[in-house]
Structures are given as structure tokens and as C-alpha cells.
């Protein structure tokens, strides 16, 4: 059974078909846009105005999710090869030419879904991205129809997306079909999202025979000589953020046993001493997947059907993989625009029907991760911001950073009862970062009281920390 936006947007499409070729579809990640394309192809069949379908999506991972949606719901193989009615391909295959399914389609009119459009960018007069550039080539005048999808409609680079019009006035995006995050909370067909973020009350650094001490995460990172890498491979602060989504997801487990959580780590190195520091400290059931696995998509559809508690990724598991148990979110990533934002937010929004109507996301209190969680808190009414803080120590013993090798400093901290080691938990040849490579200074950084920022969608009752 579709959602009501979903059955009132197949209607708007079908009705625009009837006298224009694209239509652009922007709807909240989570809301279910897969399926509403693949019913609007199911119709396009039934009344004979197409013969195919080719759905294009940025990874292998959405691109399999899609092939699995449209072949369920119009339960014909989808396949690409003989006897299909359609196939689900990536934007790069595009590129490879590794793909003889569109040559083959010249004569016939064709469905083209173009998931997550905002990958793709240029147009007739902007030169765009590669991807974009064979979109224009080999879909643009193959297309009977194209539906764009997107639930993040933004280009850090300016460009325009491609198969998007732009307002001549104010250069804004033109959609034919908007449903966001507010309408879909209100609806229940997202979850309410609370973003939680942590700061420090107080941060000293010693390097080199010298102290510095900061009040915040935002005055230590206006030091030039500071990095957010520099906090990402603080153990302390990632025992902090780990220790309160596991008490999180704890709770949400004693009456939803599968409920699981997702941390997005910054390098390679970083997921596995995350995924260390879950199995060690926390005694959870972990999933680590990358890119350098071959095995991956296979451990994320087990992960999605099990009951383990975490899974652990660098960029896998954020933009179009559906993994509805999840729940709870750990970003400790090192990209921080606000399209990868939203996008690993929309991991854990997805409704389910023996879970809970919220889900949290931690992340530590950087200022441009601020700014976007204060943006996601004015797109609906009745929100609120709250502050509190919690006391701690700290205390010196010898300790050893995360390679396993000891520090050249004598620092440890315990947060309550619990102990932590202090130390440099990244490698500053590390080549595995999402964003450029950063210098870590050679330093610990003693984090002393930590306070957490709670913005919460769509509640007027204090929430439960």
C-alpha cells in the first residue's frame, strides 16, 4: 500500500507525463521515493506508453536496493538481460561504456529513473562532471520519460544538476514535487530526529614543553595549529560520543531487540579502532564494511536482516542504502558539508513498525555540523534547543595510542567510571580520509567536561538524555 504522498506524487507524475518529458522529485531521505518511481514505471507499463526501464544510481549498493524494489513490485525480472523489463545500472557504468543495454533501446521508449540526480551536474550551456556529461550523451535523447530523484538536492561545487531547472530570477531549484522532512515527521513516515552534539567544557593540549587550554570545541578549532582531525583521533571524545549511543541504543533494544546503530568514521583506520572500542569497552556485535571488501554489499544486506548492534562504515552505508533497523547514529566522520549531513541522517529516519517514532544522531559540536543541525531544526516548528553538563575528572597514568604503540606523553582521562586511553588515534599518513589529509600534531588533548547540545524536530517535552 503506498503512503499518501507516495500516491498523490505517482498521480502529479503520470498527469505531467501527459505533456512534458522530466519531472524532478525532491523528497526527504527515508520517504520511500524508490518506490514511488517504481510504481509510476508499473503504470507507464500497464497503459503501454513505455517497452523499458532503466533505472541509474551513484553506487552498487543503491544500485542493487533498486533493482530488488522495482523487481518485487512489478514482479517481472529486472535484470538488464533477456526476458527483463528493465535494468538497474550505475551513473559510472555510464562512463565505463561497460553496458550494452542502452544501445540496444534506440528504437524503444524508455523509463529513465535517475536516483539521486544531485551526483550529476551540467547542462546544454554548464559544462558539468562526468557522470553528468554522459547523462547529456547517451540518456538525454534515449529517454521517452526521466523521473530525477533527490532528498538532497545541493552541489557544494555551484553547478547545476543535471535534467534541473533553475528559476531565471533567483537561480533556485524548480521540482515539480517537494515532500520534506517536517511533512513526513508529521505524517510518521520518518522518524523524529534528535541530533545530539557534544562539546567540551574544557580542552588542554600539550606539545613540545608547551600548554594551551580551550573552553570549547569552536575555540580550539580557531587555533591554526588545531585540526577537527586532531579531536576525531581523541580517544576520549570518541569513547564520549560511543558511550552515549551505546546507552541509547541499549534502551531502544529492551523493546525493540533489533534495533541496531551506525558510526560513520573518517579513514579506514579509524572505523577498525572504532569497531575495536565497541567490542572491547562496550561488548556490542559489530559489522565493519569498505570499500576494499569485496564482500561488502553482502555484509550490509546481512547486517540489514540480523540483529548485530553496530555497523561501522567510512562512506558506505550513508547516501540511498536502506537499512530500516537503524536507529541510532555515531557521525565521527571528517566530512562535514551538509549534504553528507543529511544524507547519513536519513539512514536512521526510515519507519518501522515494532520501533519507536525517534531516532538520535551524535556528533560532536564543530561549527559548520551546528549550523546544520540549527537549519534542520527551523525547517519545522515546535523545536528547541537544550544544554547540559556533566561533571568529570581527569587523571594521569601512562597510556598507548591506538596503533598499540605507547605515546610520547603521560596522559590518561576517566569520565566518571569509565576509563579511556588518551592518544592519537589516527595515522597522519593515513590515506584513507574521506576529506584532504591532515597533519596530527604530536600532542594529547585532555578533554575535561563535556556538555551536549540536544536539537530536536518537531517536540515541545523535554527529552530523556
Known amino acids: ?213 580551550y573552553s570549547s570545541i569552536a575555540e580550539f578549532l580557531k587555533d591554526n595549529d588545531n585540526s577537527y582531525l586532531d579531536l576525531l583521533s581523541n580517544e576520549s571524545l570518541t569513547f564520549e560520543v560511543l558511550k552515549r549511543g551505546v546507552k541509547r541504543l541499549k534502551n531502544l533494544r529492551e523493546s525493540s531487540p533489533a534495533a541496531g546503530g551506525l558510526v560513520v568514521a573518517a579513514s579506514y583506520s579509524h572505523a577498525l579502532f572504532i569497531k575495536q572500542m565497541l567490542e572491547e569497552h562496550f561488548s556490542q556485535k559489530v559489522v565493519f564494511v569498505s570499500y576494499k571488501d569485496e564482500n561488502s554489499i553482502k555484509q550490509i544486506e546481512e547486517f540489514r536482516q540480523g540483529a548485530d548492534h553496530w555497523i561501522v562504515s567510512i562512506a558506505m552505508v550513508s547516501e540511498g542504502v536502506d537499512i530500516p533497523r537503524l536507529q541510532v547514529c555515531c557521525h565521527l566522520s571528517a566530512t562535514k558539508t551538509e549534504l553528507y549531513f543529511r544524507q547519513v541522517l536519513g539512514r536512521i529516519i526510515r519507519v518501522t513498525k515494532d520501533q519507536t517514532d525517534e531516532c538520535f544522531f551524535y556528533t560532536l559540536a564543530e561549527e559548520n555540523l551546528i549550523s546544520y543541525a540549527q537549519r534542520l531544526e527551523q525547517e519545522v516548528s515546535g523545536s528547541y534547543i537544550k544544554e547540559s553538563l556533566t561533571e568529570e575528572k581527569v587523571v594521569s597514568s601512562p597510556c598507548t595510542g591506538t596503533q598499540g604503540k605507547p605515546n610520547d606523553h603521560d596522559i590518561s582521562v576517566f569520565f566518571g567510571d569509565d576509563f579511556v586511553n588518551d592518544g592519537n588515534g589516527l595515522s597522519s599518513a593515513d590515506e584513507d580520509l574521506v576529506d584532504a589529509p591532515s597533519t596530527l600534531v604530536s600532542s594529547v588533548l585532555s578533554i575535561d567536561a563535556i556538555r551536549e547540545r540536544v536539537i530536536q524536530v518537531l517536540m515541545n517535552s523535554q527529552p530523556t538524555l
Request: charged content about 20%; aromatic content about 8%; some cysteine.
Open 1 to 213: 500500500m503506498l503512503r499518501n504522498w507516495q500516491r498523490d506524487c505517482v498521480n502529479s507524475v503520470i498527469d505531467h507525463f501527459s505533456h512534458h518529458k522530466n519531472y524532478f522529485c525532491l523528497a526527504t531521505p527515508g520517504a520511500g521515493k524508490t518506490v514511488m518511481a517504481a510504481t509510476v514505471a508499473k503504470i507507464l507499463l500497464e497503459t503501454g506508453k513505455i517497452d523499458y526501464i532503466v533505472c541509474l544510481s551513484p553506487s552498487r549498493t543503491i544500485c542493487e536496493s533498486v533493482s530488488s524494489t522495482f523487481k518485487n513490485l512489478l514482479g517481472r525480472p529486472f535484470s538488464g538481460r533477456i526476458g527483463s523489463v528493465g535494468a538497474s545500472l550505475t551513473y559510472q557504468s555510464l562512463l565505463n561504456g561497460d553496458h550494452s543495454v542502452l544501445a540496444d533501446l534506440v528504437n524503444s521508449r524508455v523509463f529513465v529513473v535517475l536516483d539521486e540526480i544531485h551526483h550529476c551536474s551540467g547542462s546544454e550551456f554548464v559544462q558539468g562532471n562526468a557522470w553528468g556529461i554522459q547523462l547529456l550523451r547517451q540518456v538525454s535523447s534515449l529517454a521517452t520519460f526521466t523521473l530525477s530523484l533527490s532528498g538532497t538536492p545541493w552541489r557544494t561545487d555551484g553547478d547545476p544538476i543535471t535534467f534541473a531547472s533553475y528559476d531565471a530570477e533567483d537561480s533556485a531549484l524548480s521540482y515539480q514535487w517537494e515532500y520534506g522532512l517536517s511533512d513526513a515527521v508529521t505524517d510518521k513516515v520518518c522518524r523524529l530526529p534528535k541530533v545530539i552534539a557534544l562539546d567540551a567544557a574544557k580542552i588542554t593540549k600539550n606539545a613540545d614543553g608547551s600548554h594551551w587550554s
